[in-house]
Structures are given as structure tokens and as C-alpha cells.
DNA sequence: CGATGATATGTCATATGTGACATACCATCA
DNA sequence: TGATGGTATGTCACATATGACATATCATCG
């Protein structure tokens, strides 16, 4: 059940990194989870369509390229509130950051 | 313009906090306080449609009185993490948030 | 092969967030 | 009036997040 829904998340083509568990999260702790994941790949997705480096996109965010990858990976180390301030700070407004989460209530719930 | 907002805002409910300065931010900024509010909003009205003291939501949410205070505030000194763990925990979906942030978007856009 | 450019990973000093506490404020009730 | 219960505010020690840096990995091109 609950490897089927990973193998689902994989399936739709979000990179689950290796390290993350699912196994044991609660359903807040992995709503979370994949709220980041979410956001990460929004992030990432964003910028390759405009062709941008992470060095680019880090300069816009006036971050690092090394805080870019790990947006972009979901890394624990990441927080929500940076994944949304680059969302905003890229132009994206709230009604896209709606959108993406529900697609990714759609595919936790459904 | 921006003063006619924030009367709608308030006229819509919303607790602006006379320290909030609306006149200075980016847009970026401004989606980023919105978004706190909305979701502090949010966690507010779930309180009190379940009748609890911000001393009982505190226990739940393993955290302090004040702090769910200052949640509920959109105090600044709080993290849109925080808030989305807060909302997770006590049972919201993804599709909740996302209901929550859409209608920030009509109210930002519209 | 080496060189170049992009991305990933580990670490660290500093910045920011957090729970907890004290205390203030504000109703309501007796 | 004082007492009680709820909420707000200020502060602080500790925890977590952040940008920056070094360095590793990986692909592509010559």
C-alpha cells in the first residue's frame, strides 16, 4: 500500500530521493514532505523552461548555487518558507502556488 | 489603491496588524505576508469552530500558548512552515491549503 | 585523455525561528 | 471590587535554516 504509493509518485515522474522513508511518516509529516517536493519541482521545472543555470536562478534569488540544488532536491535542510519566497520572487502568485498543491493533494488522495 | 486594499482586506475579516506596513513591499513581499495571514486565518477559524482555548491548540500542536498567539497573529517572527505543520497536524489536506491560498489569490487579484 | 560547464554534497559561521516563561491586557461573573 | 479564563506581548536560550565556500560528480566536446 504504502510502496505502491511510492512506486505511483515515481511513476509521475517526481524524484523521490533515496533517503526519504515514507514508510514511517505520519500524514502530517508526509503531507509535508511532499508539499516540498511539490514546490522543489515547480522550482526546478520553472527554471529549465527558461533555460537558466542553478547559478542564474540563485543570483535572481540572491542565494547559492549550492541552496539552489538543494531547493530543487527537497533537501530536509530546505525549508517551506524559502521554496516559497523563490516561487514568488521568480513571479509565480498564489493562485500558481494553489494549483500545485492541489495536483499533489490529487495525487496523494486520489 | 494600495489603501483602498487594505480597507478590503479588513472589510473581508482579515486581521491586518496595524504594524504591517502594506505600502513598501513587493509583490513578492506582499504574497508572502498575504499567505501568512490567510494561513493564520485559517488556523484560527479551525480553533474556534472546535470551541478550543489557544492554551488546548498549543498542546496539541506541542508548542505554547503565545506562540500559537502569534500564530494566529501572522506575526512575523513565524514561518510559513510552521503554520503548514500547524495545519497538517490538526488534520487539514493539501487540498485545504490549496483551497485556502486560491481564494488569497482571487482576493490579491481580483 | 583533459577541459569546461552544470549540478550535487558536505561543512560552517551567522541569521532566523521556536518553545517557554513572565506578564500585560481584556472580558465576564459574582 | 476581585477573581477567573482567555489572549497578547516581550524576552531569551536553544534549535534550525541560510548563504557561502570547497569539492565532488557527471556529461559533453575537442
Same mark, same amino acid.
Given at each position: ?9 515515481? @511513476? ?6 533515496? @533517503?526519504?522513508?515514507? /514508510? ?8 509535508? #514532505?511532499?508539499?516540498? /517536493? ?18 542564474? /536562478?540563485?543570483?535572481? /534569488? ?17 525549508? #517551506? ?30
Amino acid at each position: 500500500m504504502k510502496t505502491s504509493k511510492r512506486a505511483k509518485l515515481e @511513476a509521475a515522474g517526481w524524484s523521490i530521493g533515496s @533517503a526519504q522513508d515514507f /514508510l514511517q511518516l505520519s500524514d502530517a509529516e508526509r503531507a509535508l #514532505v511532499e508539499l516540498r /517536493l511539490a514546490l522543489s519541482h515547480s522550482l526546478r521545472n520553472w527554471r529549465k523552461r527558461r533555460g537558466l543555470s542553478q547559478v542564474e /536562478l540563485a543570483r535572481r /534569488l540572491k542565494s547559492s548555487q549550492s541552496r539552489v540544488a538543494k531547493m530543487e532536491a527537497g533537501d530536509t535542510s530546505v525549508s #517551506v518558507d524559502l521554496l516559497v519566497r523563490s516561487l514568488f520572487a521568480i513571479g509565480a502568485k498564489p493562485k500558481d502556488l494553489a494549483k500545485t498543491i492541489r495536483r499533489l493533494d490529487e495525487r496523494v488522495a486520489g
